[in-house]
């Protein structure tokens, strides 16, 4: 359960090594969260995240999980909340693909689409009825601005995120009510990725995000918060003004 100012004790990141998911544990383990579950593919990589937060003063664990074998997500993540409730879920794993290897590669296309999407909606759904069924917490799910729009640039992944954006509004509107707080985050590109983009963020800034949402309760965050007005903007913008579009 939340303390009593609000900060969630229990935090399962599903994305172990995300840069993102790393930066908000470390911020809201200063925040008095107790517990935090790495859950990923087992390598030395998730070994070191879990390394580096425990000097931060919380108990840390991590947990085999493949976001690309579905079938066992239920035993695996059914285990975790089986051995105590969780405050706070971040699906935060995902891949960025190549477009040009990708648009020639059907195979390596669908390995981005069904990480983004597929792992996404599976693991998604089962840790909602988790939370559902301990009657509290916020299941937080990582798009991206790439969401708002098909672009030249990285349609194969943009549309992997659009519809995991798509499903994670939807499964909030379903869970309203419940006690379950769903909120998606669009971030711009992360520094140490597209870096040279505009509205370009970094993890620290999008944990920062993050932890503000869950106080406020907010359904949809932006990071920076300017792409909000952007997005919209570009929504509207008509499809042969937009191919010409630097974006």
């Not at 020639?104 to 939370?131: E, F, I, K, M, W």
């Not at 194969?156 to 659009?162: E, H, L, N, Q, R």
């Amino acid at each position: 359960m939340k303390d009593a100012f609000g900060a969630p004790q229990s935090l399962l990141v599903l994305g172990g090594t995300s840069a993102i998911g790393l930066a908000t544990a470390r911020r809201l383990i200063a925040r008095r969260t107790r517990t935090v579950l790495l859950a990923g593919r087992p390598s030395p990589a998730l070994s070191a995240a879990a390394a580096s937060l425990r000097p931060l003063g919380a108990q840390v664990r991590t947990v085999p999980f493949d976001a690309l074998d579905t079938a066992s997500h239920e035993e695996r993540l059914g285990a975790v909340f089986a051995a105590g409730d969780v405050d706070l879920v971040l699906l935060a794993f995902g891949v960025l693909g190549d477009q040009a290897r990708d648009e020639s590669d059907p195979a390596a296309a669908v390995r981005v689409a069904q990480t983004n999407y597929t792992g996404a909606v599976s693991a998604g759904l089962v840790c909602a009825g988790a939370l559902q069924a301990q009657g509290h917490g916020s299941l937080v799910v990582l798009s991206s601005v790439a969401a708002e729009r098909a672009r030249r640039a990285d349609f194969i992944y943009g549309s992997s995120k659009a519809g995991l954006d798509v499903f994670a509004q939807g499964l909030g509107d379903a869970l309203y009510g419940t006690g379950v707080h769903v909120m998606v985050v669009r971030p711009g590109p992360v520094r140490g990725g597209r870096a040279a983009e505009p509205f370009a963020t970094t993890p620290e800034a999008v944990a920062g995000a993050i932890e503000l949402g869950l106080r406020r309760r907010s359904e949809t965050v932006w990071v920076p918060g300017a792409l909000r007005v952007v997005g919209s903007a570009l929504r509207h913008v008509p499809r042969p003004l937009f191919r010409r579009l630097p974006v």
